[in-house]
T-cell receptor, first 113, second 111 residues
Framework: GAVVSQHPSWVICKSGTSVKIECRSL??????MFWYRQFPKQSLMLMAT?????????EQGVEKDKFLINHASLTLSTLTVTSAHPEDSSFYIC?????????FGNGTRLTVT | DAKTTQPTSMDCAEGRAANLPCNHS???????VYWYRQIHSQGPQYIIH???NNETNEMASLIITEDRKSSTLILPHATLRDTAVYYC????????????FGQGTELSVKP
């Protein structure tokens, strides 16, 4: 089946630094990618929708200048957490679609110290 | 906001069928019912989806009521590896809609 690869699987960074997370569709071209965030014991929360070649659409309450999304090709979308703070520590998950169903990466555990 | 309601948690004995209910009383005619599950610290895994008819694949069966206001995911012979959070989601695929997750059901399969 379709595979979505996310890298890194975990990252620890210091407060104030930026972290980039990559999401790749390995065996299909994804016109749309989604980024989710999940805090412990909670469900997935959609952060933004990323369309290839255009600006991402952010959900209400998500700071677009803090969470920079770039969807430069049909197989790669990146999420950069800028000036990370401890409250940004979370599990970040990407997903990609060309048709149905939506396929998910295995997530990136971000810890900001 | 999620358009589905699921029980918070359920237990099931290993080897028995697990029946996970989902209410989606406001579902519209072109919305599909999707089921995903998430094993701890992993990304969600697609299980099955349907529009009107009951569906079956190698993982599970999906039973959708005739009025489409509710559905049940059936894992026919639950194993310990089926312990996960199961999400029922309604989604308009063709319009490129967003997949919005509710709180899901935490299924514990016990020996």
């Amino acid at each position: 089946g379709a595979v979505v690869s996310q890298h890194p699987s975990w990252v620890i960074c210091k407060s104030g630094t930026s972290v980039k997370i990559e999401c790749r569709s390995l065996d299909f071209q994804a016109t749309t990618m989604f980024w989710y965030r999940q805090f412990p014991k909670q469900s997935l929360m959609l952060m933004a929708t990323s369309n290839e070649g255009s600006k991402a659409t952010y959900e209400q309450g998500v700071e677009k200048d803090k969470f920079l999304i770039n969807h430069a090709s049909l197989t790669l979308s990146t999420l950069t957490v800028t000036s990370a703070h401890p409250e940004d520590s979370s599990f970040y998950i990407c997903s990609a679609r060309v048709n149905s169903p939506l396929h998910f990466g295995n997530g990136t555990r971000l810890t900001v110290t | 906001d999620a358009k589905t309601t699921q029980p918070t948690s359920m237990d099931c004995a290993e080897g028995r069928a697990a029946n996970l209910p989902c209410n989606h009383s406001t579902i519209s005619g072109n919305e599909y019912v999707y089921w995903y599950r998430q094993i701890h610290s992993q990304g969600p895994q697609y299980i099955i989806h349907g529009l009107k008819n009951n569906e079956t694949n190698e993982m599970a069966s999906l039973i959708i009521t005739e009025d489409r206001k509710s559905s049940t995911l059936i894992l026919p012979h639950a194993t310990l590896r089926d312990t996960a959070v199961y999400y029922c989601i309604v989604w308009i695929v063709d319009q490129g809609g967003k997949l919005i997750f509710g709180q899901g059901t935490e299924l514990s399969v016990k020996p």
